[in-house]
């Protein structure tokens, strides 16, 4: 049995807003989950009924196999790390890191021997007598994930901790958390509305939309095999490009090219005659000039260079798309191009229920 289980859990508030549905999950332990979507998909109401912090109004949730849905926080062996820190400004690093072992009524000698621990693990051993206000965000951040795995807890729970973090500190947490996971193997339930940080940080990923799951898988699987629109396109920097046809005589018409859907479809093809579909391609997948697969036109609209790529903003007969290209092949902007998509790098979604074809 999974170490957590989370079985047809909903959320239903008194005024009979729906914000979680049917929710299922099995986590072992030691698993790093993240839950990933937009703002107001119910990913972080999920993680407080998790914590305890909400009550679940129907299903089940087990901690390795005995229900916990009326257990309350403390009685859950959870640790929690929020976006704002939530320190104790008038103590020192010292004191936040020692404070819930305090309350256990654990021996000073003890304590300060696991508090030198987890500053060493975390860089703080330099700030220990310093109060937050004299940390910088990744600092405090970092004092904040050491009171947490400080009480040696089988469960880590983070909503959203990087938020309030800059670009450099986001990067360097991302690891440093990463890190402390693989040290601690505690079971990690990681909240955020990032793709970034769900694809370089999880073992699996959930992605969810309007309180409902719509895949779980590993990076990899949701990158390369999205079971439908809204993860094709939440996945992936820049996103997926979409274009949307409809199939005549088994063939769709993407910009000033026909492609033959029996190609990616085969016998299901005729299934769609008549019908619209979405095309999809990742940026990345392109090989700019005529090759195999699809080749398409496209107008430059505007050029982003990032240093190690360029974004090109295209133009293909009124749909919008973005390439990603090597920086020394950036076109001009105004310019026509030619691009090829290789037949394996097509995606085909049924156009009424966006689902992959």
């Known amino acids: ?69 009326e257990k309350g926080p403390r009685d859950r062996g959870i640790a929690m790390v929020f976006q704002s820190y939530a320190l104790y400004p008038q103590m020192t690093v010292y004191d936040n890191l020692a404070f819930g ?38 600092q405090r951040q970092r004092v904040a994930v050491g009171r947490a795995i400080i009480r040696k807890v ?27 996971h693989h040290k601690t193997g505690s079971t990690t339930i990681y909240v955020t509305h990032d793709q970034t940080e769900a694809m370089t940080m999880a073992d699996r990923i959930v992605v969810m939309k309007e309180g409902y799951i719509q895949q779980v898988g590993t990076p ?24 949307r046809t409809v199939v005549k005589k088994g063939k769709v018409k993407v910009g000033d090219n026909v492609l033959d859907i029996a190609v990616k479809l085969g016998d299901k093809a005729s299934l769609y005659e008549g019908k619209e579909i979405v095309f999809g391609f990742r940026p990345e997948a392109i090989v700019l000039g005529k090759g195999e697969g699809v080749s398409i036109k496209a107008s430059v609209e505007l050029t982003e260079l ?52």
């Open 1 to 69: 049995m999974a170490y957590l289980s989370l079985k047809d859990i909903n959320k239903i508030y008194p005024n009979g807003f729906h914000a979680v549905h049917d929710f299922n999950l099995e986590i072992e332990k030691g698993e790093f989950i993240v839950f990933v979507g937009p703002s107001g998909c119910g990913k972080s109401t999920t993680l407080r009924m998790i914590a305890g912090l909400e009550d679940i109004s129907k299903g089940d949730f087990l901690i390795d196999g005995v229900r916990a849905n």
């Open 101 to 138: 072992l305090t309350l256990q009524g654990i021996d000073e000698d003890i304590i300060e021997k696991k508090v030198k621990n987890v500053a060493a693990v975390l860089g703080l051993t330099d700030y220990l007598d310093r109060l937050p206000k004299a940390l910088s965000g990744g």
């Open 154 to 180: 089988g469960i880590f729970l983070m909503d959203e901790p990087l938020s309030n973090l800059d670009a450099k500190q986001r990067v360097t947490m991302r690891s440093e958390i990463t890190d402390i």
């Open 220 to 243: 990899y699987e949701l990158y390369f095999n999205p079971v439908n629109v809204f993860v094709a396109g939440f996945i992936g920097e820049p996103p997926m490009n979409f274009v």
């Open 306 to 357: 990032l240093g190690d790529n360029t974004n090109v903003y295209v133009d293909i007969q009124g749909e919008k798309s973005i390439l990603k290209v090597n920086p020394h092949d950036t076109p001009e902007m105004d310019s026509n191009i030619e691009f090829s998509i290789p037949y394996e790098s097509v995606y085909l979604f049924d156009g009424e229920t966006e689902r992959r074809i």
